[in-house]
């Protein structure tokens, strides 16, 4: 597509409950990042796919997050049990190769704003 | 491990000149990127400086020193628009290959 496509763009859900984020990126992006967004603060790297492979999940918070990506294109996060800590907006970039290189560095979406009650 | 330094807030006048510093620490850098995103937005990206000096586009320059390990960010003839937060990210060498950290990020505002 021509942006980077998230869903849903607002989530609220209840305390332990699962949810699942879907990212959509550029057609053709082989490098596919998650971060994290609290309120007024930065991004929290959580985890970079290269194709369907994930050579760092270093910033996954715990064992109740996951993500995976197929087909070299659409990648989907999965938070277990949620808690109220988990709050926040999640945001997706893609970009065409090297992370971060080029004109055009990184294209993000516009997140989806997660809300556990 | 990589972190970064920017100032938490800034305030300048419309029609002015303002500068947000990013200082960083890091190994194997690569280059030095800036990102804008209004409230409720998401972050664009504004400029990459992979080499020492000094990078315009437009109303916006962004300049890099790798032995000072420090950037800036240098927005000219201010607009109210400009009001945003701005983010540095290094990229840099981490676990075999290239990886992005983003600071905490500068929240401008522009006043009349």
């Known amino acids: 597509g021509a942006g980077v496509s998230q869903s849903p763009s607002n989530k609220v859900t209840e305390k332990g409950k699962d949810v699942e984020l879907r990212c959509d990126p550029i057609?053709?992006?082989?490098?596919l990042y998650w971060y994290r967004q609290s309120l007024g603060q930065g991004l929290e790297f959580l985890i970079y796919?290269?194709?369907?492979?994930?050579?760092?999940k270093s910033g996954l918070p715990s064992d109740r997050f996951s993500a995976e990506r197929t087909g070299g294109s659409v990648s989907t996060l999965t938070i277990q049990r949620t808690q109220q800590e988990d709050s926040a907006v999640y945001l997706c970039?893609?970009?065409?190769?090297?992370?971060?290189?080029?004109?055009?560095?990184?294209?993000f979406g516009s997140g989806t704003r997660l809300t556990v009650v | 491990g990589q972190s970064l330094e920017q100032p938490s807030e800034v305030t300048a006048v419309e029609g002015a000149i303002v500068q947000i510093n990013c200082t960083y620490q890091?190994?194997?850098?690569?280059?030095l990127s800036w990102y804008q995103q209004h409230d409720g937005g998401a972050p664009t990206f504004l400029s990459y400086?992979?080499?020492?000096g000094l990078e315009e586009t437009g109303r916006f320059s962004s300049f890099l020193s790798r032995s000072d390990s420090y950037g800036y960010l240098l927005l000219q003839e201010l607009q109210m628009k400009d009001s945003a937060s701005y983010f540095c990210?290094?990229?840099?060498?981490?676990?075999?290959?290239?990886?992005?950290?983003f600071g905490t990020g500068t929240k401008l505002q522009v006043i009349p």
């Open positions: 970039a893609s970009s065409l190769g090297t992370p971060g290189t080029g004109p055009g560095g990184y294209t």
């Open positions: 057609s053709g992006h082989t490098a």
């Open positions: 796919f290269q194709g369907n492979s994930a050579p760092d």
């Open positions: 890091t190994s194997g850098f690569y280059g």
């Open positions: 400086n992979a080499l020492d």
């Open positions: 990210a290094v990229r840099d060498l981490s676990g075999g290959y290239q990886k992005v950290t």
